[in-house]
């Protein structure tokens, strides 16, 4: 169990960085939308044309690669809706039994369909180097490759976090592990 709870660590602290790295994309995508505005309101008065699809798209693609990559982070950290109106009055090892029902019932199949739903997808568009059919569009294929990859950190995230539940149940505290994040 130890190891399996230092790979649980392992893919927390990966998932953490990356989670904390993103929260730039977030700064970005503001600035790249406010740019664009004022770009527009620019061009409406001066006509020196420089609003682009590209500044539409580049800030689609910023908002697409958070949402997609932050997916793990915020189920690291259990920010995502939670429905169960009865789970906060469960003990401990409850909880731990519905999250582990949860990543292995749906989580999981979830995951792995996305993962093979936009595979095909992907692999198209990196055969044909896809462009946006919108003038001064950006190319396809690097967002479209983000949607697997956003997915199969999930993946790996739900895994860490089945992990942790199993140490619940089989009464290995994760908290009381060295190193345990």
Not at 9 to 29: K, Q, S, V
Not at 136 to 163: C, D, E, H, N
Request: hydrophobic share 50%; glycine share 8%.
């Amino acid at each position: 169990m130890n190891r399996l709870l230092r790979l649980a660590d392992a893919i927390d602290r990966f998932n953490e960085r990356l989670g904390r790295g993103l929260l730039w994309l977030t700064l970005g995508m503001v600035l790249v939308g406010a740019l664009n505005a004022v770009f527009r309101y620019l061009d409406k008065y001066t006509g020196w044309g420089l609003s682009s699809n590209t500044w539409l798209e580049l800030q689609w693609y910023l908002f697409s690669v958070l949402f997609l990559l932050a997916a793990a982070y915020t189920l690291k950290h259990d920010a995502h809706v939670r429905v169960d109106i009865f789970y906060s009055r469960l003990n401990k090892r409850g909880r731990a039994i519905i999250d582990l029902a949860g990543v292995i019932l749906f989580l999981v199949p979830f995951c792995v369909l996305m993962i093979w739903a936009s595979w095909p997808a992907v692999v198209n568009s990196w055969s044909v180097m896809e462009m946006s059919p919108d003038p001064g569009g950006l190319p396809r294929y690097p967002i479209k490759t983000i949607v697997p990859i956003g997915f199969l950190l999930l993946l790996v995230q739900g895994l860490s976090m089945a992990i942790r539940q199993v140490s619940v149940l089989v009464g290995v505290e994760p908290d009381e592990q060295e190193g345990a994040a």
